[in-house]
């Protein structure tokens, strides 16, 4: 059973697709199927480049990992989508932070570990935001690592009252409050519903997590 891996590379961090050329010619010679997306767009970069660049949300349907070219800030902005797919994710460092990554660019020899398709493949917990307003949810998605509350483009001092299943824990007056989730390994994935009608916010965290409530 042929697998197929996704090489995604960071445009503006592998601008000439050297490193996902190289890592293409290596895996093809695995007999993978590969296919190249972007995580973003930058005019200019693609076919030209040599590679035939596909559309992500096409081929993360029949994916079976996904392989991230840049830093911290490109895994975090693929999470959603391989988490909607249930694809893992292999980070390949380019960038300035790589603390997500298993991989240096100077280690891409080592995707030959890949032949057998045999590795670990580590869980991590996500929040799932929902806004809601009226009852009805005007916003929903998912994120690794923080949501993020604040005052939006209207310069005004938002007050909030944090509460933990134990009780008030403070007030914050400020411009937000940045919520994130324990760094821990985790087989399930907390829930966490931000709320709004109008006159509080709530910020509740279901499952694995600690529950928190913002008023």
């Not at 307003?133 to 005007?138: A, F, L, N, T």
């Not at 993020?148 to 209207?154: D, E, T, W």
């Not at 989730?181 to 965290?205: F, I, S, T, Y």
Request: charged residues 25%; proline residues 3%.
């Amino acid at each position: 059973d042929m697998k197929k891996v996704i090489l995604c590379p960071n445009p503006y961090r592998d601008s000439e697709l050297r490193v996902c050329k190289e890592a293409k010619k290596l895996l093809d010679a695995l007999h993978f199927q590969t296919v190249v997306c972007l995580p973003f767009q930058r005019e200019g970069y693609g076919a030209e480049l040599g590679l035939r660049i596909t559309p992500l949300h096409q081929e993360i349907r029949s994916a079976d990992l996904l392989i991230a070219f840049g830093g911290d800030g490109t895994i975090l902005h693929l999470a959603r989508t391989v988490a909607l797919h249930s694809v893992p994710v292999l980070g390949v460092n380019l960038g300035s932070l790589g603390f997500m990554s298993e991989l240096e660019v100077d280690e891409l020899d080592r995707l030959r570990d890949l032949a057998d398709w045999s590795f670990d493949v580590e869980s991590r917990m996500m929040l799932d935001v929902s806004v809601l307003r009226g009852g009805k949810s005007v916003y929903n998605n998912i994120a690794l690592n923080d949501a993020v509350i604040s005052k939006g483009s209207i310069a005004r001092v938002v007050r909030l009252n944090i509460f933990t299943e134990e009780g008030q824990l403070t007030k914050v007056g400020g411009d937000g409050v940045i919520a994130r989730q324990r760094h821990a390994d985790a087989q399930v994935l907390p829930d966490q519903k931000h709320e709004q009608d109008g006159h509080h916010d709530k910020v509740a965290n279901h499952g694995a997590g600690q529950p928190r409530e913002i008023h």
